[in-house]
Structure formats: structure tokens, C-alpha cells
């Protein structure tokens, strides 16, 4: 079997490191992590001892990443957006000038174009990037990660028993559990497919009321349900005019009623072996934890 030398930029982020987690355990991957200089936290650590290859690099200094890549087949960023931005362009020249042969950008979102501009200033950006870089691209898209569904920023409040739906609740959303998508990526990358291709995952779909029932299975009590009606006229806003956390829940409620969070297509028949955590599986184990805290 031949073995992908992977280089991931971001790799000890939230995501990031769950993405690395799956390179490692899959087996068919050599996995380098690029480290700020002087730099250090836990998953760090972690990463190092699971056997991932820690490279320290300063991403100012284009010389640093050219000889942080070389020997790199493919460069995964799981940086944040705003990160990202400013240093993907950078990174893929360094990329294209080490012998790099793919990239895979920090997208991790829908790829709905409303949202695109609503989360960078210049969507279109990346994609320049890419193509002037002429290296192979591999895209990867998704909806709301799992971990969102119990957190104020979309209405949730579980402490007092409130949820806060903006719209009728009974549109469906795409959702993404990190772990399955790290192993959907970790697993679509050595299929042909994948190359110069734009993929979409997911774990599951709920509606909010539908997702309303599953948090007072698993909080064992009733949940007090606000409905607010969407203004006819509202349009999506970037995230630093956001000026409270009704803002956030308002917009949620827009994107789900409107399908923007939604990826425009589901790839997960590439690879039907990565195993698919249902959201009654993850808010068990996420709520349990919780409660046992």
C-alpha cells in the first residue's frame, strides 16, 4: 500500500485535530503538523504521541514553509476562517514551490454562496488561490456540526429549559458530527474522485422542533419553546455587525428556513464504511457528560 505524506496546517484546532486523529488511524497516511515556532498545548502533545510529526514553522516567513512541505504529497488547512483567509495564499504558493501535489482549503461549511459572503469578504479568494497555484484541490463541505445543537448561538438554552426558534422549526438542516466528517476526509482522499473535486458530507438532518423532542429525551424534562416570526425583509449579516446573541439566533433561524446551511450535494456514498454517529448518539453521550461534569 502506498502511504500519503500529509502535511495539516491547523492541525491542533478543534476540528483540526479530530481531522489528524483520522489520517493517523487509518493507516494510509504519514502525518506532519505544523506548529507555530514556540508554540505548545495539550493536543499537541497528544498528536506527537498518537505518532504525528510536529513541525515548527513561522507561517510570516515563506522560505520557513517551503521547507516545512517538502516531501508533502498533500496539504491539509483545518485553520480558522479568519486565519485562513490571510494565509492559504501564502501557504499554497509555498505549497506549489515545495512539489506539493493537492490541497484541501479550511472550508468545512456549506458551500452556499449567500453564506460564503456572509462568513469572508472576498469568497472567491481561495479558489484564485488554487487555481494559481495549479496544484489538485480537493473541497470539503458540510452543515452545522453537532456540537452547536445544544449552545445559546442558535437558541438553545438548556440551563433554563428554553429553546428560541426563529421561523417555523419545520424545515430540516443538514448536520455534521467532526469525528465522522474527519474520517469521511481521511477516507476520500486516496479515492480517485476526490481529485479536483468539491465533496459534501453528513451525518444527519433534523428540524429544530424535531430537535427540540431529542434534547427533553435526553434532558429528561420539557423545554419552553419561543416562536418569532422572520421578518419577510431580513438578509443575512457578516458576523462582526452582529451586535448581540438574538442576532446570532436570528440568522440561524434564516439560514435553516432558507436551506443555506445546507452543502448543495452529499458525497457520502464515496465512502460507505465511515461509520455515521446519529444525533440521538452524539446528545447521549454529549448531554450524559454534561450531567456527570
Known amino acids: 500500500m502506498t502511504v500519503i505524506n500529509v502535511t495539516v496546517a491547523g492541525g491542533t484546532g478543534q476540528f483540526g485535530h479530530k481531522v489528524v486523529r483520522a489520517l493517523l488511524a487509518d493507516g494510509g497516511?504519514?502525518?506532519?503538523?505544523?506548529?507555530r515556532t514556540g508554540s505548545d498545548n495539550e493536543n499537541l502533545g497528544n498528536l506527537r504521541k498518537q505518532g504525528?510529526?510536529?513541525?515548527?514553522?513561522?507561517y510570516n516567513h515563506y522560505d520557513d514553509l517551503v521547507q516545512a512541505l517538502q516531501g508533502a504529497d498533500v496539504l491539509i488547512s483545518t485553520l480558522l476562517h479568519y486565519a485562513a483567509i490571510e494565509l492559504l495564499p501564502?501557504?499554497?504558493?509555498?505549497?506549489?514551490a515545495a512539489g506539493?501535489?493537492?490541497?484541501?482549503?479550511?472550508?468545512?461549511?456549506?458551500?452556499?454562496?449567500?453564506?460564503?459572503?456572509a462568513i469572508q469578504p472576498d469568497p472567491t479568494a481561495i479558489e484564485r488561490a488554487i487555481a494559481e497555484s495549479q496544484l489538485e484541490y480537493t473541497r470539503y463541505y458540510c452543515g452545522v456540526f453537532y456540537r452547536y445543537l445544544t449552545?445559546?448561538?442558535?437558541g438553545v438554552d438548556l440551563e433554563?429549559?428554553?429553546?428560541t426558534i426563529f421561523g417555523t422549526g419545520n424545515t430540516p438542516v443538514s448536520l455534521a458530527h467532526e469525528d465522522d466528517f474527519a474520517r469521511f476526509i481521511a477516507a476520500s482522499l486516496k479515492?480517485?474522485?476526490?481529485?479536483?473535486?468539491?465533496?459534501?458530507?453528513?451525518?444527519?438532518?433534523?428540524?429544530?422542533?424535531?430537535l427540540v423532542a431529542a434534547l427533553e429525551k435526553h434532558v429528561g424534562a420539557k423545554l419552553e419553546v419561543t416562536h418569532v416570526p422572520l421578518d419577510p425583509a431580513y438578509r443575512l449579516i457578516r458576523e462582526e455587525e452582529m451586535t448581540d446573541e438574538s442576532d446570532a439566533i436570528k440568522q440561524f433561524g434564516f439560514e435553516v428556513e432558507h436551506k443555506i446551511l445546507d452543502p448543495s450535494r452529499i458525497d457520502n456514498s464515496i465512502c460507505p464504511s465511515v461509520h455515521i454517529t446519529s444525533l440521538d448518539t452524539y446528545l447521549a453521550d454529549a448531554l450524559g457528560k454534561q450531567h456527570n461534569a
Not at 501564502?90 to 505549497?95: G, H, I
Not at 433554563?160 to 429553546?163: E, T, Y
Request: net charge positive; hydrophobic share 35%.
Open 191 to 210: 479515492d480517485p474522485r476526490s481529485k479536483n473535486a468539491k465533496l459534501g458530507f453528513q451525518s444527519s438532518s433534523v428540524t429544530l422542533l424535531e
Open 90 to 96: 501564502t501557504l499554497f504558493r509555498a505549497a506549489k
Open 151 to 154: 449552545t445559546p448561538y442558535i
Open 29 to 35: 497516511y504519514q502525518v506532519n503538523v505544523l506548529s
Open 160 to 163: 433554563n429549559h428554553k429553546v
Open 52 to 58: 504525528a510529526n510536529i513541525v515548527a514553522v513561522d
Open 100 to 117: 506539493v501535489r493537492r490541497v484541501v482549503p479550511s472550508d468545512y461549511v456549506s458551500d452556499n454562496t449567500d453564506l460564503q459572503y
